[in-house]
């Protein structure tokens, strides 16, 4: 895909913030913040997916826009699936 | 009487011959590794999306039902998914560095670390069928609402969650087990010295199958095992 | 003539080399694409018999061929076997595989293992199919609704899933294909805005094919666990909710109904051009109205659940945006007929299946907007009318567009011309039978007929028996190109290279191709559709 190589230091960085979100995680459960305890974990996890698809997966490094726009699609439709689902469920008791 | 086709210069023995050079061909596969991780997405995206809908339906039996889940072992098994992104990661580096001996450590630790995710998954999984948890004709959950001890969990709601956990973590537990069959393999071929860094494009795609099911296991952790831990 | 003999025995993929070998293990994607042909013609006729069966019974108004469960199975199996073994295969299979590598200048697709692969899950998924037709079948509908098809019904509903779940992956491994090879493996100068309308279909069609299918997938495998281990998921009685499933199961199959006819209306785009010998009228208005389908069909699915309990809301949007699904394909329509303003038109076969196209998938097209319209809705769904409304898009519209690229292509294909002749009978027998077999449903359906029903009131009876007597006008029509075709790989007229004087890199090479496609990789300086330079086939002939 890219002859860049990513120095080594990035790659043990990353490693190292995943584990230490992995345990903020799994921390942050046992605190009472209300409903902003699924986002947080949500908001973490999507921390740690855009960590691993930049930089373990070389999206940040590559020159092909297609990979980016391959992976945005398919958010984008898994998004449209979970959403306009909803669109039906969220609305149900209302009329 | 046609002409005769053009010299065809000196090339990788790995070049397909129906592309023009190894650049298209690593292009192509790379795109075509790409275009199948959404696919993927859009596989587990289905049970994401049942998950959501019951989960906003059954909030409290869903919580209760997550609590019973071992916390312990649910983030030691993310931390090795994530030590086995790293190995991946280190492994096509060696073979971008043409390091034939460090690819082969890094596989066979990523395979270790694969393998010891589905020893715990084992483990985790013993223990459900041993407490009843397993949907089916045996299945019944002990337990009350988080929060409200006099209010006992509804059985079938209780077997939903448990039915989209198994569904959940059992697909992604296969798509582990393709992944460790796939690095089997490539790590036979890295010790036969296949890899160097004119072509190693079959770890690069592994690694990208493998980075994508940690992340969907990133997103599992969170939404199956701390629904609701405060109370 | 002596060139003739020549030319025919040139070396081409069909004599390259010889052996059931040579077939089963070939990466040749022309090779694969007539396995395929082979393949879903066979599926093609088991469909049919269905439909057959279904329409003796419907002869007469009180159910007497067969009992009301066998009927059941009749018009499920007919709708699967029609949908993933014949519809959606269909053009993206034969057709795709066979031009897709061609027109944009390539050797072959990008993975030709991978394509041959996809061959061979077709083919075990249909094995697995006629398993589960022979020892019982099923009787849920095509659309497998829960909770019936989980809990309730006593046919084979897990076979019947898992056979279909590994169809859905001979098409994404299609789709993948295509996207990767229209991507990648363009010949030097075959730039976006150059490439045949075909491939643009294709590719729009293949973005659903990986977008969708997943979704189909991982729902049949819900269904199958559920089915297997009781569980309650969409079970209302164990706590679940039967319209997930429809939600799931709809999120992928209206998108596929635009797998389904996406590539015919490429097949049309090909060939209106050729025989108006016009270029085609607004190119990037039709290569982004294929996109436009692809995307905006993916969020219209709760059409088909209207009255099945959704909430008001939900309802109203998707109404509103099933309205707007139908202004891309308005927009092909209006970009054939002003590319056939003041052209000068051969009615030749192929000509004739598209403009049968045009006229029925608009009756199709503009039947799905009174379905969009929920107060008209709530009276037709599960009539006959929503039956002629998708029977006049999928045969009218795919299965013609699909009759006309064989035509089209044939000469390619196989190196022989059909006998034209009877092309044009056959073509007019299929639009006689096939409008005398659904028209009248439009009206029962509106009259009141449901659908999926065995019995029905006397009433009735007339425009059932239409129907019926349409059906079998129509399968005389669908018989005869099957003749002709095979009668002409010994005895047809040996085709040249550009019998229709057409535009497109597929021209420029024999027919048949050689393996390899081009003897040298084509490099592309003119614009697609050029009509205005290329000869028409007349003069090419006299010249030649």
């Not at chain 2, 690819?103 to 715990?120: H, K, R, W």
């Not at chain 3, 076997?81 to 299979?93: G, H």
């Not at chain 3, 994404?172 to 991507?183: D, E, S």
Request: with cysteine; net charge neutral.
């Amino acid at each position: 895909m890219s002859e860049h190589i990513v120095p080594l230091k990035t790659n043990v960085a990353v490693w190292l913030v995943l584990l230490v979100l992995t345990g903020v995680t799994a921390g942050v459960a046992f605190i009472d913040l209300g409903p902003f305890n699924t986002i947080v974990a949500l908001v973490i996890a999507t921390c740690k997916a855009l960590m691993v698809v930049l930089i373990f997966m070389h999206v940040k490094y590559t020159s092909e826009r297609l990979v980016k726009v391959v992976v945005f699609s398919a958010l984008f439709f898994l998004l449209l699936l979970l959403g306009l689902s909803l669109a039906d469920y969220a609305t149900r008791l209302l009329v | 009487m046609p002409d005769s086709p053009i010299a065809v210069e000196p090339h990788s023995p790995e070049l397909r011959h129906h592309f023009a050079d190894m650049e298209q061909q690593r292009e192509a596969s790379s795109l075509g590794m790409w275009l199948f991780l959404a696919t993927e997405v859009m596989f587990f995206g289905g049970m994401f999306c049942a998950y959501l809908i019951y989960r906003l339906w059954y909030f409290p039996e869903f919580a209760a039902a997550s609590k019973s889940l071992d916390i312990t072992l649910g983030t030691v098994n993310t931390a090795v998914l994530i030590c086995s992104s790293l190995t991946v990661v280190l492994a096509v580096r060696a073979a971008q560095l043409g390091k034939r001996h460090d690819q082969v450590v890094y596989l066979a630790l990523t395979l270790v670390l694969g393998l010891a995710f589905l020893g715990v998954k084992g483990v985790e999984w013993t223990s459900k069928f041993k407490e009843h948890h397993i949907p089916g004709a045996s299945f019944h959950f002990e337990g009350t609402v988080p929060g409200h001890p006099d209010q006992p969990v509804d059985q079938q709601h209780a077997q939903i969650f448990f039915s989209l956990y198994f569904a959940m973590t059992g697909m992604h537990a296969l798509h582990m087990v393709i992944g460790v069959g796939i690095f089997s393999y490539l790590l036979y071929q890295a010790w036969k010295g296949r890899y160097t860094p004119d072509y190693y494009t079959p770890l690069e795609n592994s690694g990208l199958y493998w980075h994508f099911v940690d992340i969907i296991w990133i997103y599992l952790f969170p939404l199956l095992y701390l629904i609701d831990r405060k109370k | 003539m002596a060139t003739a003999a020549i030319t025919a025995e040139r070396e081409n993929y069909l004599n390259q080399e010889y052996g059931i070998k040579s077939w089963l293990l070939t990466v040749d994607h022309k090779r694969i694409a007539l396995l395929y042909l082979l393949s879903i013609t066979f599926f093609f006729f088991i469909g049919g018999f269905f439909a057959l069966l279904i329409r003796l019974e419907l002869l007469t108004p009180a159910g007497d061929l067969v009992q009301a469960d066998t009927y059941n199975k009749l018009f499920t199996m007919h709708g699967q076997v029609m949908v993933f073994f014949f519809l959606i295969p269909s053009i993206p299979a034969v057709l795709g595989n066979f031009l897709v590598p061609l027109m944009i200048g390539a050797r072959d697709l990008a993975f030709p293992r991978i394509n041959l692969l996809s061959w061979y899950l077709y083919i075990i998924a249909g094995i697995m199919m006629l398993h589960c037709m022979l020892t019982g079948g099923v009787d849920t509908g095509w659309t497998f609704y829960t909770p019936f098809s989980t809990a309730f019904s006593n046919t084979k509903v897990i076979e019947a899933g898992l056979a279909i779940f590994v169809s859905g992956f001979s098409s994404i491994l299609t789709g993948l294909n295509f996207v990767v090879t229209i991507h990648r493996m363009r010949a030097p100068g075959m730039t976006w805005n150059r490439l045949p309308l075909f491939i643009w279909a294709h590719y729009a069609t293949s973005i659903i094919q990986l977008l969708g299918t997943p979704v189909i997938a991982v729902t049949l495998v819900l269904v199958v666990l559920e089915r297997a281990l009781h569980l309650g998921i969409f079970d209302p009685t164990r706590g679940g909710d039967p319209l997930l499933f429809q939600h799931l199961f709809w999120f992928y199959s209206h998108p596929a109904v635009y797998i389904m006819i996406l590539p015919s209306m490429g097949v049309v785009t090909e060939i209106v051009p050729c025989f108006t010998r016009k270029r085609i009228f607004g190119y990037k208005f039709v290569a982004m109205s294929s996109i436009g389908i692809a995307v905006l069909g993916f969020l219209v699915w709760a059409h088909h659940m209207f009255v099945a309990g959704i909430s008001l809301y939900a309802a109203l949007i998707f109404s509103m945006l099933s309205y707007l699904v139908a202004v891309p394909s308005a927009v092909k329509v209006f970009n054939w007929t002003a590319t056939m303003y003041k052209g000068s038109i051969t009615f030749s076969t192929p000509m004739l299946y598209a403009f049968g196209f045009i006229g029925l998938f608009l009756m199709g097209g503009l039947t799905g907007l009174f379905l969009s319209a929920l107060g008209i809705d709530v009276h037709v769904t599960d009539t006959y009318f929503v039956v002629a409304h998708f029977h006049y898009i999928m045969v009218g519209g795919a299965v013609m567009g699909y009759l006309g690229g064989m035509h089209f292509w044939w000469p390619k294909i196989s190196g022989r011309m059909y006998p034209e002749a009877l092309g044009k009978l056959a073509a007019m027998i299929v639009f006689i039978g096939f409008n005398l077999t659904f028209f009248p449903q439009f009206i029962l359906g509106y009259l009141g007929m449901p659908r999926r029903y065995w019995q029905y009131p006397p009433e009735f009876q007339v425009l059932n028996v239409l129907s019926t007597a349409g059906a079998t006008v129509l399968a005389v029509g669908y018989v005869l190109p099957m003749v002709y075709f095979l009668w002409s790989m010994r005895y047809g007229k040996i085709a040249p290279a550009n019998p229709w004087g057409a535009s497109g890199l597929e021209w420029t090479t024999t027919s048949p191709p050689p393996t390899m496609n081009f003897e040298r990789t084509p490099i592309v300086d003119w614009e697609a559709y050029d009509y205005e330079n290329i000869p028409a086939p007349e003069e090419a002939r006299v010249a030649g």
